[in-house]
Protein backbone atom coordinates (compact mmCIF):
# COMPACT_ATOMS: atom_id res chain seq x y z
CA UNK A 1 0.00 0.00 0.00
CA UNK A 2 0.99 3.60 -0.85
CA UNK A 3 1.26 4.96 2.32
CA UNK A 4 2.52 8.68 1.09
CA UNK A 5 -0.93 9.95 0.32
CA UNK A 6 -1.97 13.05 2.46
CA UNK A 7 -3.52 12.79 6.32
CA UNK A 8 -6.10 14.70 7.74
CA UNK A 9 -5.15 16.69 10.83
CA UNK A 10 -7.53 14.15 13.02
CA UNK A 11 -5.71 11.14 11.51
CA UNK A 12 -2.25 12.70 12.60
CA UNK A 13 -3.15 13.49 16.13
CA UNK A 14 -5.42 10.43 16.76
CA UNK A 15 -2.42 8.04 15.41
CA UNK A 16 0.19 9.83 17.47
CA UNK A 17 -2.09 9.77 20.46
CA UNK A 18 -2.02 6.10 19.97
CA UNK A 19 1.05 5.48 19.19
CA UNK A 20 1.96 8.09 22.56
CA UNK A 21 -0.57 6.33 25.25
CA UNK A 22 -0.55 2.79 24.13
CA UNK A 23 2.49 1.63 22.27
CA UNK A 24 5.02 2.43 24.83
CA UNK A 25 2.94 0.82 27.16
CA UNK A 26 2.27 -2.37 25.71
CA UNK A 27 6.14 -2.72 24.53
CA UNK A 28 7.17 -2.06 28.19
CA UNK A 29 5.10 -5.42 28.89
CA UNK A 30 6.36 -6.66 25.68
CA UNK A 31 10.00 -5.71 27.20
CA UNK A 32 9.03 -7.62 30.87
CA UNK A 33 7.65 -10.88 28.54
CA UNK A 34 10.72 -11.51 26.71
CA UNK A 35 13.05 -10.56 29.69
CA UNK A 36 11.17 -13.34 31.54
CA UNK A 37 11.60 -15.96 28.94
CA UNK A 38 14.87 -15.18 28.19
CA UNK A 39 16.29 -14.81 31.59
CA UNK A 40 17.57 -18.27 31.99
CA UNK A 41 20.22 -17.54 28.75
CA UNK A 42 21.71 -15.22 31.53
CA UNK A 43 21.41 -17.56 34.64
CA UNK A 44 23.10 -20.16 33.06
CA UNK A 45 26.52 -19.39 32.58
CA UNK A 46 26.75 -17.17 35.71
CA UNK A 47 25.69 -19.68 38.25
CA UNK A 48 22.38 -21.86 37.71
CA UNK A 49 24.20 -24.68 35.67
CA UNK A 50 26.90 -25.87 37.83
CA UNK A 51 24.63 -25.44 41.04
CA UNK A 52 21.89 -27.17 39.53
CA UNK A 53 24.41 -29.57 37.44
CA UNK A 54 23.12 -28.98 34.01
CA UNK A 55 24.68 -30.13 31.10
CA UNK A 56 24.36 -28.30 27.55
CA UNK A 57 21.57 -30.45 26.50
CA UNK A 58 19.68 -30.18 29.82
CA UNK A 59 19.98 -26.44 29.69
CA UNK A 60 18.72 -26.71 26.17
CA UNK A 61 15.51 -28.55 26.81
CA UNK A 62 14.78 -26.81 29.63
CA UNK A 63 14.64 -23.90 27.87
CA UNK A 64 13.09 -25.18 25.22
CA UNK A 65 10.29 -26.66 27.01
CA UNK A 66 8.92 -23.38 27.76
CA UNK A 67 7.30 -23.16 24.08
CA UNK A 68 5.59 -26.78 24.54
CA UNK A 69 3.27 -25.29 26.93
CA UNK A 70 3.48 -21.98 25.59
CA UNK A 71 2.34 -23.68 21.63
CA UNK A 72 -0.41 -25.90 23.49
CA UNK A 73 -2.40 -22.59 24.51
CA UNK A 74 -1.52 -20.29 22.23
CA UNK A 75 -5.04 -20.39 19.44
CA UNK A 76 -7.21 -21.01 22.63
CA UNK A 77 -5.42 -17.82 24.72
CA UNK A 78 -5.78 -15.65 21.68
CA UNK A 79 -9.80 -16.88 21.35
CA UNK A 80 -10.33 -15.52 24.69
CA UNK A 81 -8.59 -12.82 24.21
CA UNK A 82 -11.19 -11.89 21.38
CA UNK A 83 -14.00 -12.81 23.93
CA UNK A 84 -13.06 -11.84 26.84
CA UNK A 85 -11.20 -8.47 25.68
CA UNK A 86 -7.57 -7.67 25.17
CA UNK A 87 -7.70 -5.47 28.45
CA UNK A 88 -8.76 -8.40 30.97
CA UNK A 89 -6.77 -11.50 29.27
CA UNK A 90 -3.22 -9.63 28.59
CA UNK A 91 -3.95 -8.58 32.35
CA UNK A 92 -4.24 -11.92 33.49
CA UNK A 93 -1.86 -13.36 31.40
CA UNK A 94 0.64 -11.06 32.62
CA UNK A 95 0.16 -11.69 36.56
CA UNK A 96 0.13 -15.49 36.10
CA UNK A 97 3.35 -15.34 33.98
CA UNK A 98 4.77 -13.23 37.01
CA UNK A 99 4.16 -15.67 39.40
CA UNK A 100 5.28 -18.08 37.70
CA UNK A 101 8.87 -16.60 36.97
CA UNK A 102 9.32 -15.35 40.61
CA UNK A 103 9.11 -19.27 41.82
CA UNK A 104 12.49 -19.74 39.75
CA UNK A 105 13.73 -18.19 42.92
CA UNK A 106 13.59 -21.56 44.32
CA UNK A 107 14.29 -23.91 41.82
CA UNK A 108 16.37 -26.64 43.17
CA UNK A 109 17.35 -29.46 40.14
CA UNK A 110 16.27 -30.39 36.79
CA UNK A 111 13.33 -31.54 36.87
CA UNK A 112 11.99 -28.47 38.44
CA UNK A 113 13.65 -25.79 36.04
CA UNK A 114 11.98 -28.34 33.28
CA UNK A 115 8.78 -28.01 34.98
CA UNK A 116 8.68 -24.50 36.05
CA UNK A 117 10.26 -23.55 32.31
CA UNK A 118 6.75 -25.39 31.14
CA UNK A 119 4.31 -24.07 33.47
CA UNK A 120 5.96 -20.05 32.17
CA UNK A 121 5.10 -20.80 28.70
CA UNK A 122 1.34 -21.99 29.42
CA UNK A 123 1.17 -19.00 31.67
CA UNK A 124 2.44 -16.59 28.45
CA UNK A 125 0.60 -18.36 26.32
CA UNK A 126 -1.39 -15.62 24.10
CA UNK A 127 0.84 -12.46 25.47
CA UNK A 128 1.95 -12.01 21.99
CA UNK A 129 0.00 -12.74 19.28
CA UNK A 130 -2.53 -11.27 21.79
CA UNK A 131 -0.47 -7.71 21.44
CA UNK A 132 -0.03 -8.23 18.03
CA UNK A 133 -3.92 -8.02 17.42
CA UNK A 134 -4.60 -5.50 20.31
CA UNK A 135 -2.71 -3.00 18.76
CA UNK A 136 -3.93 -4.15 14.93
CA UNK A 137 -7.00 -3.53 16.71
CA UNK A 138 -6.55 0.51 17.63
CA UNK A 139 -4.73 1.46 14.07
CA UNK A 140 -5.93 1.11 10.48
CA UNK A 141 -3.88 -1.17 8.24
CA UNK A 142 -1.74 1.73 6.21
CA UNK A 143 -0.43 2.56 9.83
CA UNK A 144 0.37 -0.95 11.30
CA UNK A 145 3.70 -1.32 10.25
CA UNK A 146 4.76 2.05 12.01
CA UNK A 147 2.48 1.07 15.06
CA UNK A 148 4.19 -2.46 15.29
CA UNK A 149 7.98 -1.40 14.82
CA UNK A 150 7.75 0.83 17.78
CA UNK A 151 6.25 -1.69 19.67
CA UNK A 152 8.78 -4.18 18.40
CA UNK A 153 11.64 -1.86 19.50
CA UNK A 154 11.28 -3.41 23.02
CA UNK A 155 12.64 -6.64 21.57
CA UNK A 156 16.08 -5.93 20.92
CA UNK A 157 15.98 -2.88 23.20
CA UNK A 158 15.18 -5.89 26.30
CA UNK A 159 18.88 -7.19 25.29
CA UNK A 160 20.60 -3.48 25.11
CA UNK A 161 18.75 -3.10 28.92
CA UNK A 162 17.51 -6.43 30.25
CA UNK A 163 21.41 -7.82 29.57
CA UNK A 164 23.32 -5.47 31.60
CA UNK A 165 20.29 -5.09 34.20
CA UNK A 166 20.34 -9.08 34.69
CA UNK A 167 24.04 -8.95 35.43
CA UNK A 168 23.68 -6.53 37.59
CA UNK A 169 21.52 -8.31 39.62
CA UNK A 170 23.51 -11.15 39.34
CA UNK A 171 26.16 -9.73 41.07
CA UNK A 172 23.86 -9.08 43.91
CA UNK A 173 24.70 -11.96 45.59
CA UNK A 174 23.79 -13.13 49.34
CA UNK A 175 22.20 -9.33 48.99
CA UNK A 176 19.02 -10.79 49.78
CA UNK A 177 18.65 -13.73 52.47
CA UNK A 178 21.46 -15.18 51.09
CA UNK A 179 20.31 -15.73 47.88
CA UNK A 180 22.86 -16.80 45.12
CA UNK A 181 22.97 -13.70 42.27
CA UNK A 182 21.32 -15.88 39.65
CA UNK A 183 18.71 -16.48 42.03
CA UNK A 184 18.15 -12.69 42.81
CA UNK A 185 17.93 -11.56 38.91
CA UNK A 186 14.76 -14.57 38.48
CA UNK A 187 13.34 -12.21 41.18
CA UNK A 188 14.11 -9.12 39.70
CA UNK A 189 12.88 -9.57 36.68
CA UNK A 190 9.34 -11.50 37.78
CA UNK A 191 8.27 -8.97 40.06
CA UNK A 192 7.84 -6.30 37.42
CA UNK A 193 5.30 -8.39 35.72
CA UNK A 194 2.88 -9.10 38.57
CA UNK A 195 3.03 -5.05 39.31
CA UNK A 196 2.61 -3.84 35.71
CA UNK A 197 -0.24 -6.79 34.97
CA UNK A 198 -2.62 -5.13 37.62
CA UNK A 199 -1.82 -1.54 36.05
CA UNK A 200 -2.76 -3.11 32.82
CA UNK A 201 -5.93 -4.02 33.66
CA UNK A 202 -6.61 -0.06 34.47
CA UNK A 203 -4.94 1.53 32.48
CA UNK A 204 -5.60 -0.27 28.81
CA UNK A 205 -8.44 0.48 26.81
CA UNK A 206 -10.14 -2.09 24.13
CA UNK A 207 -11.02 0.40 21.54
CA UNK A 208 -11.24 3.90 20.94
CA UNK A 209 -14.65 4.71 21.85
CA UNK A 210 -13.48 3.58 25.43
CA UNK A 211 -10.62 6.07 25.31
CA UNK A 212 -10.98 9.42 27.90
CA UNK A 213 -7.83 10.67 25.42
CA UNK A 214 -9.32 10.58 22.25
CA UNK A 215 -10.91 13.82 21.33
CA UNK A 216 -14.72 12.83 19.93
CA UNK A 217 -13.51 13.73 15.83
CA UNK A 218 -10.61 11.23 17.17
CA UNK A 219 -12.92 8.50 18.27
CA UNK A 220 -15.24 8.90 15.49
CA UNK A 221 -12.39 8.82 13.16
CA UNK A 222 -10.74 5.96 14.48
CA UNK A 223 -13.89 3.71 14.73
CA UNK A 224 -15.21 4.59 11.52
CA UNK A 225 -11.60 3.62 9.42
CA UNK A 226 -11.39 0.64 11.37
CA UNK A 227 -15.10 -0.37 11.21
CA UNK A 228 -15.22 0.61 6.94
CA UNK A 229 -11.45 -1.60 6.92
CA UNK A 230 -13.23 -4.71 8.67
CA UNK A 231 -16.29 -4.54 5.99
CA UNK A 232 -13.94 -4.22 3.28
CA UNK A 233 -11.93 -7.26 3.97
CA UNK A 234 -15.25 -9.32 4.59
CA UNK A 235 -16.76 -8.37 1.56
CA UNK A 236 -13.67 -9.09 -0.67
CA UNK A 237 -11.81 -11.86 1.03
CA UNK A 238 -14.84 -12.96 3.34
CA UNK A 239 -12.22 -14.44 5.41
CA UNK A 240 -13.51 -14.02 8.93
CA UNK A 241 -13.93 -17.96 10.62
CA UNK A 242 -11.53 -19.66 12.69
CA UNK A 243 -11.89 -22.39 10.23
CA UNK A 244 -10.51 -20.40 7.63
CA UNK A 245 -7.44 -19.63 9.50
CA UNK A 246 -6.89 -23.15 9.99
CA UNK A 247 -7.21 -23.79 6.76
CA UNK A 248 -5.58 -21.04 4.71
CA UNK A 249 -2.51 -21.82 2.37
CA UNK A 250 -1.28 -18.23 3.04
CA UNK A 251 -1.26 -18.90 7.15
CA UNK A 252 0.52 -21.97 6.82
CA UNK A 253 3.12 -20.52 4.50
CA UNK A 254 4.26 -17.60 6.82
CA UNK A 255 3.62 -19.52 9.86
CA UNK A 256 6.89 -21.24 8.39
CA UNK A 257 8.71 -18.18 7.44
CA UNK A 258 8.06 -16.90 10.96
CA UNK A 259 9.52 -20.47 12.36
CA UNK A 260 12.87 -20.06 10.23
CA UNK A 261 12.91 -16.19 12.18
CA UNK A 262 12.45 -17.42 15.59
CA UNK A 263 14.80 -20.35 14.95
CA UNK A 264 17.67 -17.60 14.68
CA UNK A 265 16.26 -15.05 17.24
CA UNK A 266 16.30 -17.59 20.08
CA UNK A 267 19.27 -19.89 19.15
CA UNK A 268 20.79 -16.13 19.57
CA UNK A 269 19.30 -15.20 22.88
CA UNK A 270 19.60 -18.43 24.65
CA UNK A 271 23.02 -19.17 23.43
CA UNK A 272 25.12 -15.66 22.53
CA UNK A 273 25.85 -15.35 26.64
CA UNK A 274 27.43 -18.70 26.42
CA UNK A 275 29.21 -18.05 23.67
CA UNK A 276 30.75 -14.51 25.12
CA UNK A 277 32.01 -17.07 28.07
CA UNK A 278 33.85 -18.43 25.41
CA UNK A 279 35.93 -15.36 24.69
CA UNK A 280 37.41 -15.00 27.29
CA UNK A 281 39.38 -18.24 26.60
CA UNK A 282 40.21 -17.24 23.75
CA UNK A 283 41.65 -13.76 24.83
CA UNK A 284 42.94 -14.88 28.13
CA UNK A 285 41.05 -11.91 30.26
CA UNK A 286 38.25 -12.10 32.35
CA UNK A 287 34.82 -10.73 32.43
CA UNK A 288 32.37 -9.48 35.06
CA UNK A 289 29.12 -10.50 35.07
CA UNK A 290 28.23 -6.78 33.79
CA UNK A 291 30.53 -6.80 31.30
CA UNK A 292 29.40 -9.47 30.00
CA UNK A 293 25.87 -8.30 29.93
CA UNK A 294 27.17 -5.19 28.46
CA UNK A 295 29.18 -7.28 25.64
CA UNK A 296 25.54 -9.16 25.18
CA UNK A 297 23.71 -6.23 24.31
CA UNK A 298 26.25 -4.81 21.74
CA UNK A 299 24.32 -6.58 18.33
CA UNK A 300 21.21 -5.23 19.48
CA UNK A 301 21.22 -1.46 20.08
CA UNK A 302 22.17 -1.66 16.00
CA UNK A 303 19.30 -4.45 15.78
CA UNK A 304 16.76 -1.49 17.13
CA UNK A 305 18.81 1.42 15.12
CA UNK A 306 18.57 -0.92 11.55
CA UNK A 307 14.79 -2.40 12.43
CA UNK A 308 13.41 1.48 13.02
CA UNK A 309 15.11 2.29 9.49
CA UNK A 310 14.03 -0.18 7.84
CA UNK A 311 10.58 -0.51 8.95
CA UNK A 312 10.31 3.06 7.91
CA UNK A 313 11.58 2.61 4.15
CA UNK A 314 8.79 -0.27 4.17
CA UNK A 315 6.44 2.51 5.24
CA UNK A 316 7.25 4.99 2.73
CA UNK A 317 7.56 2.61 -0.39
CA UNK A 318 4.74 0.28 0.71
CA UNK A 319 6.22 -3.18 2.10
CA UNK A 320 8.08 -4.63 -0.28
CA UNK A 321 8.96 -8.87 -0.54
CA UNK A 322 12.62 -7.95 -0.17
CA UNK A 323 12.07 -5.59 2.86
CA UNK A 324 11.28 -9.58 4.86
CA UNK A 325 13.44 -11.93 2.36
CA UNK A 326 16.84 -9.94 1.88
CA UNK A 327 17.06 -9.62 6.21
CA UNK A 328 16.31 -13.38 6.03
CA UNK A 329 19.24 -13.96 3.81
CA UNK A 330 21.55 -11.81 5.71
CA UNK A 331 21.09 -14.11 8.90
CA UNK A 332 21.35 -17.27 6.47
CA UNK A 333 24.27 -16.28 5.79
CA UNK A 334 26.30 -14.04 9.02
CA UNK A 335 25.14 -16.35 11.94
CA UNK A 336 27.13 -19.42 10.37
CA UNK A 337 30.01 -17.23 9.44
CA UNK A 338 30.12 -15.59 12.93
CA UNK A 339 31.87 -19.06 14.34
CA UNK A 340 34.77 -18.58 11.69
CA UNK A 341 35.74 -15.10 12.57
CA UNK A 342 39.48 -14.54 13.69
CA UNK A 343 38.74 -12.89 16.73
CA UNK A 344 35.88 -11.72 19.35
CA UNK A 345 35.63 -8.24 18.00
CA UNK A 346 34.69 -9.80 14.54
CA UNK A 347 32.63 -12.12 16.00
CA UNK A 348 30.68 -9.71 17.78
CA UNK A 349 30.54 -7.83 14.69
CA UNK A 350 29.21 -10.71 12.24
CA UNK A 351 26.44 -11.36 15.55
CA UNK A 352 25.44 -8.03 14.71
CA UNK A 353 24.14 -8.35 10.74
CA UNK A 354 22.23 -11.88 12.38
CA UNK A 355 20.55 -9.45 15.25
CA UNK A 356 20.22 -6.66 12.53
CA UNK A 357 18.55 -8.73 10.17
CA UNK A 358 16.08 -11.04 12.25
CA UNK A 359 14.72 -7.68 13.69
CA UNK A 360 14.83 -5.80 10.76
CA UNK A 361 12.16 -8.29 9.00
CA UNK A 362 9.79 -8.79 12.27
CA UNK A 363 7.84 -6.01 12.50
CA UNK A 364 7.45 -5.57 8.49
CA UNK A 365 6.16 -9.67 8.62
CA UNK A 366 3.14 -9.16 11.51
CA UNK A 367 1.68 -6.39 8.79
CA UNK A 368 0.96 -9.48 6.36
CA UNK A 369 -1.52 -11.80 8.26
CA UNK A 370 -4.01 -8.54 9.19
CA UNK A 371 -3.82 -7.49 5.66
CA UNK A 372 -6.51 -10.79 4.52
CA UNK A 373 -8.11 -11.63 7.97
CA UNK A 374 -10.25 -9.98 10.16
CA UNK A 375 -12.40 -10.57 13.51
CA UNK A 376 -12.03 -14.37 14.91
CA UNK A 377 -9.66 -15.24 11.73
CA UNK A 378 -7.15 -13.00 12.89
CA UNK A 379 -7.52 -13.58 16.22
CA UNK A 380 -6.79 -17.73 15.08
CA UNK A 381 -4.26 -16.88 12.33
CA UNK A 382 -1.97 -14.56 14.14
CA UNK A 383 -2.25 -16.94 16.96
CA UNK A 384 -1.20 -19.90 14.21
CA UNK A 385 1.22 -18.41 13.03
CA UNK A 386 3.24 -17.49 16.32
CA UNK A 387 2.52 -20.99 17.24
CA UNK A 388 4.25 -22.98 14.44
CA UNK A 389 6.84 -20.13 14.66
CA UNK A 390 7.34 -20.64 18.46
CA UNK A 391 8.01 -24.50 17.44
CA UNK A 392 11.58 -23.31 16.72
CA UNK A 393 11.57 -21.68 20.59
CA UNK A 394 11.87 -25.62 21.58
CA UNK A 395 13.82 -26.81 18.52
CA UNK A 396 16.32 -24.28 18.24
CA UNK A 397 17.68 -24.67 22.19
CA UNK A 398 17.28 -27.95 22.33
CA UNK A 399 19.16 -29.45 18.79
CA UNK A 400 22.05 -26.11 19.16
CA UNK A 401 22.26 -27.60 22.63
CA UNK A 402 22.26 -31.60 21.77
CA UNK A 403 24.14 -31.04 18.08
CA UNK A 404 27.14 -29.12 20.43
CA UNK A 405 27.64 -32.31 23.36
CA UNK A 406 27.32 -34.34 20.06
CA UNK A 407 30.31 -32.39 18.18
CA UNK A 408 32.09 -30.56 20.74
CA UNK A 409 31.12 -27.19 18.94
CA UNK A 410 28.78 -24.69 17.93
CA UNK A 411 29.94 -24.76 14.46
CA UNK A 412 27.23 -27.20 12.97
CA UNK A 413 24.13 -25.88 15.17
CA UNK A 414 24.84 -22.49 13.79
CA UNK A 415 24.88 -23.97 9.95
CA UNK A 416 21.06 -25.58 11.09
CA UNK A 417 20.19 -22.10 12.43
CA UNK A 418 21.46 -20.45 8.74
CA UNK A 419 19.58 -22.99 7.23
CA UNK A 420 16.16 -22.41 8.71
CA UNK A 421 16.78 -18.92 7.88
CA UNK A 422 17.86 -19.45 4.12
CA UNK A 423 13.98 -21.76 3.66
CA UNK A 424 12.13 -18.16 5.26
CA UNK A 425 14.07 -15.96 2.64
CA UNK A 426 13.08 -18.72 -0.08
CA UNK A 427 9.31 -18.93 0.63
CA UNK A 428 9.02 -15.15 1.14
CA UNK A 429 9.82 -14.59 -2.67
CA UNK A 430 7.49 -18.22 -3.45
CA UNK A 431 4.42 -16.65 -1.67
CA UNK A 432 4.65 -13.27 -3.68
CA UNK A 433 5.60 -14.87 -6.56
CA UNK A 434 2.36 -17.30 -6.02
CA UNK A 435 0.17 -14.34 -5.75
CA UNK A 436 1.70 -12.73 -8.58
CA UNK A 437 1.16 -16.15 -11.09
CA UNK A 438 -2.20 -17.61 -9.79
CA UNK A 439 -5.00 -16.22 -12.46
CA UNK A 440 -7.64 -18.27 -11.32
CA UNK A 441 -9.63 -16.02 -9.21
CA UNK A 442 -11.11 -18.65 -6.36
CA UNK A 443 -7.68 -20.49 -6.03
CA UNK A 444 -6.16 -16.55 -5.58
CA UNK A 445 -8.55 -16.13 -2.79
CA UNK A 446 -7.74 -19.00 -0.40
CA UNK A 447 -4.20 -19.84 -1.67
CA UNK A 448 -2.93 -16.51 -2.76
CA UNK A 449 -0.15 -14.73 -0.55
CA UNK A 450 -0.34 -11.65 1.28
CA UNK A 451 0.58 -8.92 -1.38
CA UNK A 452 3.78 -7.10 -0.63
CA UNK A 453 4.76 -4.99 -3.52
CA UNK A 454 7.15 -5.51 -5.65
Not at 4 to 14: C, I, L, N
Not at 397 to 417: K, R, S
Request: net charge positive; glycine share 8%.
Amino acid sequence: MDNTQAESPVAKSAIRKVAIRLVPFVALMFFINYLDRTAIGFASPNGMNDDLALSAAQFGFASGVFFIGYILLEVPSNLALHKFGARRWLARIMVSWGIVALLFTWVQNFEQLVVLRFLLGVAEAGFFPGAILFLSLWVPARYRGRILMLFYLAQPLTTVIGAPLAGALIQQHGVFFGLEGWRFMFMGVALPAIIVGVIAWFYLKDKPADAKWLTPEEQTWLTGALEAERRTTEASEKHVSARFAFASGRVWMLSFIYFGFIYGLYALAFFLPTIIEGFQTETGGTFDVFQKGLITAIPYLPAAIVMYFWSRDAGRRGLKTWHIAVPALAGAVSIPLALFMGSPVATMAVITVTACAIFAALPNFWTLPTQFLTGVAAAAGVALINTIGNLAGFTAPYITGAVHDWTGGYEVPMFIVGGFMLVSAVLMVLLSRQRRTTSNPAAAETEAAPEPSR
